[in-house]
């Protein structure tokens, strides 16, 4: 299907079918109607190369994104789906740039939001985190009217093009389902360490949890850890909670620290039975969790995510498609059964 064939069919002008293609120009509401039908019909789509030849410049687009060593290498493996992604829209007539910032200096934050800013892309892909700290960047870019994907969160009471991410609620449901499920009978607390306290999704996840622990009549304590202290929970603030609290059926961490967790619980509880769920399968928890030391960890598919964000930007802008407001991530759980050994493939 080309324009001359739509024009033919709808017995209209090339240029009114480019108008209706473009939103711009006046077309008559019966016109247009049935121009986008047409379209609607025989699933037309835009020639970008050719699209980008009549502009006489590429698109460009933006990915601000925390360091990809940080969250002991979380964001690395969206950056490699959005390097992927990139790499498939290039010979399309699509530039894209990442712009990395270290997520616990504010001022790198600021620096890297002003630097997209100035550029002024097409289209920006972001993890909007921190959101106390990230929400006036969010506020401008959305009045100025660019296109936007988040990956990894939402952030509620914005509008972007599309949010891309799991269920973060119900993430954490199935978190605590997945103790009930290992321990049958949960007679001693189970600890929620709440990393990363201020991400909307963070948040959810642990409300998430402790709805089933209600629900289920389940003892828990939550321990709250902040991005604003400057630094990653670390081993030895996790080995002082378990020093505080003896007695525990185990932990669930909202975030990716479960190897820090394990670590932690090897130096306080030695051979004691211990239960431990967490979220995201970098190496460090593969590694762990094949060893027994990690019982379960919640996946989100972080490659999917940031190659199907990037995607979506470019069927929004340069396909000029209607793009679905959330694409949830499925809640994939790995046990070490499941799990495969660390290769150069899935590191």
Not at 140 to 159: N, Q, S
Not at 179 to 191: C, D, N, Q
Not at 192 to 199: E, I, P, S, Y
Not at 269 to 288: A, H, M
């Amino acid at each position: 299907m080309t324009v001359h064939e739509i024009a033919d069919l709808a017995g209209v002008s090339i240029g009114t079918v480019d108008r209706v293609l473009h939103k711009r120009g006046r077309v008559s509401t019966a016109t247009r109607a049935k121009i986008e039908a047409i379209i609607e019909q025989y699933q037309f789509i835009p020639n970008p190369i050719a699209r980008r030849l009549k502009r006489n410049r590429p698109y460009r687009f933006c990915a601000l994104i925390p360091r990809r060593d940080q969250d002991a290498g979380y964001w690395g493996q969206i950056v490699t789906g959005i390097e992927r992604a990139a790499g498939e829209i290039k010979p399309l007539g699509v530039e894209t740039e990442i712009i990395e910032f270290d997520r616990y200096d504010p001022a790198a934050f600021e620096q890297a939001s002003d630097t997209v800013s100035a550029e002024k892309p097409e289209g920006l892909l972001f993890a909007p985190i921190m959101q106390k700290r990230t929400r006036p960047f969010v506020e401008r870019i959305c009045a100025e009217k660019m296109p936007l994907v988040f990956v990894d969160t939402d952030m509620p009471g914005t509008e972007p093009l599309c949010v891309i991410g799991q269920d973060s609620f119900k993430g954490g449901y199935l978190a605590g389902r997945l103790f009930h499920l290992f321990a049958g009978t949960v007679s001693m607390p189970i600890a929620v360490l709440d990393a990363h306290g201020d991400d909307y999704h963070i948040t959810r996840r642990r409300d998430g949890f402790l709805n089933y622990a209600e629900e289920n009549g389940f003892s828990v304590i939550v321990r709250e850890y902040s991005d604003y202290d400057g630094c990653d929970i670390s081993v030895e603030k996790i080995a002082e909670f378990l020093g505080e609290h003896r007695h525990l059926s185990g932990i669930f961490i909202t975030n990716c620290m479960a190897h820090r967790v394990a670590e932690a619980a090897e130096q306080r509880r030695k051979n004691e039975t211990f239960l431990l769920v967490g979220y995201d399968l970098i190496p460090s928890n593969r590694q762990l969790l094949l060893q027994g030391r990690i019982s379960a960890i919640i996946s989100q598919r972080p490659e999917e995510q940031g190659r199907e964000a990037l995607l979506t930007l470019f069927r929004s802008v340069v396909l000029e498609q209607t793009v679905e407001t959330k694409r949830e991530i499925p809640l994939d759980v790995y046990i070490r059964e499941n799990t495969q050994p660390l290769t150069s493939g899935n590191l």
